[in-house]
T-cell receptor, first 111, second 113 residues
Framework: GNSVTQMEGPVTLSEEAFLTINCTYTATGYPSLFWYVQYPGEGLQLLLKATKADDKGSNKGFEATYRKETTSFHLEKGSVQVSDSAVYFCALISNDYKLSFGAGTTVTVRA | DAGVTQSPTHLIKTRGQQVTLRCSPKSGHDTVSWYQQALGQGPQFIFQYYEEEERQRGNFPDRFSGHQFPNYSSELNVNALLLGDSALYLC????????????FGSGTRLTVV
């Protein structure tokens, strides 16, 4: 079956630091890959996506590149802000139409 | 344009009772999926509805059932509630098969006591 493995947290950073959250996947077919963000007490928001190999998704300064050869979709941001504190989920959807999530990585950014 | 709307936002039920959660998908979306998110964990897929039929089901017991109406809204029913059913229940909608991503509601926080 499909599965997503992402870097365990929690991750604590200072403002303006570089953030990387690793994500690797196992899937049948040609999955679409996503990063979702969940702020405290809220539902999930789609942060960025990539639907085919070598695509780069980007939004709000975050980027992730769909790497088929390494089955990875690592999330990066060059300079984090306190407002980026949240839980980040890597996810994929493949030919079973189910969105499969990783366990989530809690990121805390300190001023 | 309203996104995905879920009701109620919070709910407290007693063990053994039954509960119904409701979801209105984003305008233009015809596929609705339900997820259970336990505290500190990632969302787990319960089932998906398309054209008023259950298209896919996750690893959840038959106590969990659902329905999709002609206007694409959906209900999640849980019978014989257990303490372990306490979680955030998320509804997500998409156009078609969801390869461009799902839009999530804010969820219903269910507490079973």
């Amino acid at each position: 079956g499909n599965s997503v493995t992402q870097m365990e947290g929690p991750v604590t950073l200072s403002e303006e630091a570089f953030l990387t959250i690793n994500c690797t996947y196992t899937a049948t077919g040609y999955p679409s890959l996503f990063w979702y963000v969940q702020y405290p007490g809220e539902g999930l928001q789609l942060l960025l996506k990539a639907t085919k190999a070598d695509d780069k998704g980007s939004n709000k300064g975050f980027e992730a590149t769909y790497r088929k050869e390494t089955t990875s979709f690592h999330l990066e941001k060059g300079s984090v802000q306190v407002s980026d504190s949240a839980v980040y989920f890597c996810a994929l959807i493949s030919n079973d139409y189910k969105l499969s999530f990783g366990a989530g990585t809690t990121v805390t950014v300190r001023a | 344009d309203a996104g995905v709307t879920q009701s109620p936002t919070h709910l407290i039920k007693t063990r053994g009772q039954q509960v119904t959660l409701r979801c209105s998908p984003k305008s233009g979306h015809d596929t609705v999926s339900w997820y259970q998110q336990a505290l500190g964990q990632g969302p787990q897929f319960i089932f998906q509805y398309y054209e008023e039929e259950e298209r896919q089901r996750g690893n959840f017991p038959d106590r969990f059932s659902g329905h999709q109406f002609p206007n694409y809204s959906s209900e999640l029913n849980v019978n014989a509630l257990l303490l372990g059913d306490s979680a955030l229940y998320l509804c997500a909608s998409s156009p078609g098969q969801g390869f461009r991503g799902y839009t999530f509601g804010s969820g219903t926080r269910l507490t079973v006591v």
